[in-house]
């Protein structure tokens, strides 16, 4: 029935997602996984990136299957590298967080939050240095927004004393 839905209605990422919950339960994980992928290829909006990563976290998938299930889009790592810092993971949040900016030239548009979340999460690190590295890449792709060069400024003033 799951199944039915998909085939019918490929653009409905929800019937995927009920899908995967059908071949989780089946213990057939890998297409699961593969069924959320091609969900959060279509829709990349934060809450249903998180109802995905719920899915996973229902049925106890580790890490690593986590991130085999993540498309090559900005949006779903850095909701993976969030999930993972409310874990205590701060390395595999770091590393999810590079791998979302990895992913930057597969966006048809580019917005300041995704380097203000990168640059928070340096900053609460007092890694500064990557902070200004990461604000740099946003004014790269966004070299209008004040926001960003203003954050660009004050670390680098923080750099000189």
């Not at 976290?57 to 590298?81: C, F, I, N, S």
Request: hydrophobic share 40%; with cysteine; aromatic share 8%.
């Amino acid at each position: 029935m799951a199944r039915t839905g998909t085939i019918h209605d490929p653009r409905n990422a929800f019937a995927r997602i009920t899908y995967a919950s059908v071949l989780f339960e089946q213990n057939r994980i890998n297409e699961g996984l593969g069924t959320l992928k091609s969900a959060m290829e279509m829709r990349t909006d934060s809450r249903f990136i998180q109802t995905c990563l719920g899915l996973m976290v229902w049925y106890r998938l580790d890490g690593d299957q986590m991130k085999t299930a993540m498309p090559d889009r900005v949006a779903p790592h850095l909701e993976l590298a969030d999930y993972q810092l409310s874990r205590g993971d701060v390395e595999g949040a770091e590393a999810s967080y590079m791998r979302a900016l990895s992913h930057l030239n597969k966006e048809d548009q580019v917005n300041r939050r995704y380097f203000v979340k990168v640059h928070r999460f340096f900053m609460d690190k007092k890694a500064y240095e990557k902070a200004l590295l990461v604000v740099e890449l946003g004014m790269k792709y966004l070299p209008e927004d004040r926001h960003l060069h203003r954050l660009a400024e004050n670390l680098e003033k923080m750099g000189k004393h």
